[in-house]
């Protein structure tokens, strides 16, 4: 049974998603403020965290900080503020996915079981398939229908690694550059455009209507399996 902390500040809102999740098999821990929810994280393992970043007490930003001290717990941040800067914060700081209120509770269950899904594979090797190519992070193979093996670059691997093992996940620019060059700062915008470009020449179907690997403008970029 997956475990999962809901901290939102809105009673009624609250109430709702405890018994949406419940009604559909999770355990749940409910926390009205950011340090009821920090007490419960340390009183008792969680397998997610719904979080919203406008709480009465501190802002759910710097709960996301306290979190990343010391667990990789997977992070929904369940909130009003529309704006990317926000979103961008929020991911940068290391939450995994973000949903922006009104939402659809299939659109939550849908963010929760992939959160659970990349929780559990993201030590172990992983073959996804875009468009036809099955890739096969392990052994850095990617093969075509046909047998006929497709060559990646080093950098288009690392991009590609990020990704793939967070299906669905919004995964920011900085991060991206983070993992191929090590550091964001003093990095060309374009570098990122570039290689995706690349990318989607290799593996997407239509490289000029990507279904898989996706921008997000202003915030990063998704794989959508």
Sequence with gaps: MMRVLLVED???LLRALAM????RGYAVTEADTGTRALTALADARHDAIVLDLGLPDMSGVDVIRAVREYASTPIIVLSARSGSAEKVQALDLGADDYVTKPFSMDELLARLRATGRRAASVDEPLTATVG?????LAMTTATAPDGTKVHLTPTEWKI???LLRRPGALVTSDALLTAVRGSSEHT???YLRIYFAQLRRKLEPEPSRPRHLVTEPGMGYRYRP
């Design 132 to 136: 036809t190519v099955t890739i096969d």
């Design 10 to 12: 809105e009673k009624p």
């Design 188 to 190: 060309d915008p374009s």
């Design 160 to 162: 590609l690694d990020v």
């Design 20 to 23: 949406n999740l419940v009604a």
